[in-house]
């Protein structure tokens, strides 16, 4: 298996733009989880899928964010418009079974930068 | 909802000495304690998982331990080597309950030759 595969690996955009991260998970594994890293912030969960599911979306922070998953091999995580405070690497990860009882598979991340 | 804290937030050993990473959480609920490493620009990737039921669990020169009666939960790495050195992060969940894991903020642990 490939693993959990993110696009794009890197993404620079000016602030009020939009930007769509996308994700794969393994195949088999039903929960998905958004995640985005920061220096001040560490790791932050955004949101949680379980069998395409949204079922927490409290780590959310904000209207401008918003994710989907249509299907068990696809998800997106969006930002409209974008702030120069929403640049982080956002990590996607996957897990098999229900929520995170067990090993998270993490993708090797999207480094975004708006400026 | 869960709170972990994590202590310390950088640790400094030479090559070949011990380092312990520590972590407490607050929700006594919670049952499921995985430890991460994330080398320079990497992904975070699991290197040792404990469950509630274990007291201890060893995997070579790492090995974590859990005392739910204080709610803490740390890690042991032993001989520690250069490519050691990462980020370690520890994690708490509710198997029972949201399922979301809790992580900590993360221990830069930095190995010198």
């Known amino acids: 298996d490939a693993g959990v595969i993110q696009s794009p690996r890197h993404e620079v955009t000016e602030m009020g733009q939009e930007v769509t991260l996308r994700c794969k998970p393994i195949s088999g594994h039903n929960s998905l989880f958004w995640y985005r890293q920061t220096m001040m912030r560490g790791l932050e969960l955004l949101i949680y899928?379980?069998?395409?599911?949204?079922?927490?979306d409290s780590g959310m922070p904000e209207d401008r964010f918003s994710a989907k998953m249509p299907n068990a091999s696809f998800s997106t995580l969006k930002i409209q418009p974008s702030e120069p405070r929403d640049s982080a690497v956002y990590f996607c990860a996957s897990s098999l079974g229900r929520g995170s009882i067990g090993e998270q598979y993490f993708g090797p991340g999207t480094r975004l930068t708006v400026t | 909802g869960e709170n972990v804290e994590q202590h310390p937030s950088t640790l400094s050993v030479q090559e070949g000495d011990s380092a312990v990473i520590k972590c407490t959480y607050s929700d006594s609920a919670s049952n499921y304690f995985p430890w991460y490493k994330q080398e320079l620009g990497k992904r975070p990737q699991l290197i040792i998982d404990i469950r509630s039921n274990v007291g201890e669990k060893k995997d070579q020169r790492i090995a974590v331990t859990l005392n739910k009666t204080a709610k803490h939960f740390s890690l042991h790495i032993t001989e520690t080597q250069p490519e050691d050195s990462a980020v370690y992060f520890c994690a708490a969940s509710n198997g029972g309950g949201s399922y979301i894991p809790t992580f900590g903020r993360g221990t830069s642990l930095i190995v010198h030759p």
């Open positions: 899928f379980n069998n395409n599911v949204p079922i927490d």
